[in-house]
């Protein structure tokens, strides 16, 4: 997948790390903060590593990407 993030910190906090990820699978910062339902420029601040999103905007990040992690029903791999 084409990393269209444009964070200078994905490789920091884990707040950053999974925030980059929501960007990433969403298609952009604006989708993200859309899909949050806060403006743009806070996703901007904590993708760049100024300050942090509350626990409830964390957790739909987290969300979001483990969703993506899971695979499809009935491929187990047992």
């Not at 925030?19 to 989708?31: S, T």
Request: include cysteine; proline fraction near 8%; glycine fraction near 8%.
């Amino acid at each position: 997948m084409h990393d269209i993030c444009p964070s200078s910190s994905k490789n920091a906090h884990i707040y950053i790390k999974c925030l980059h990820e929501a960007c990433v699978i969403l298609g952009g910062e604006h989708k993200l903060a859309e899909y949050l339902g806060v403006p743009v420029t806070l996703v901007e601040a904590w993708l760049n590593g100024r300050g942090i999103p509350s626990d409830p905007i964390f957790l739909r990040c987290i969300d979001l990407v483990a969703e993506r992690q899971r695979p499809p029903k009935g491929m187990s791999g047992r």
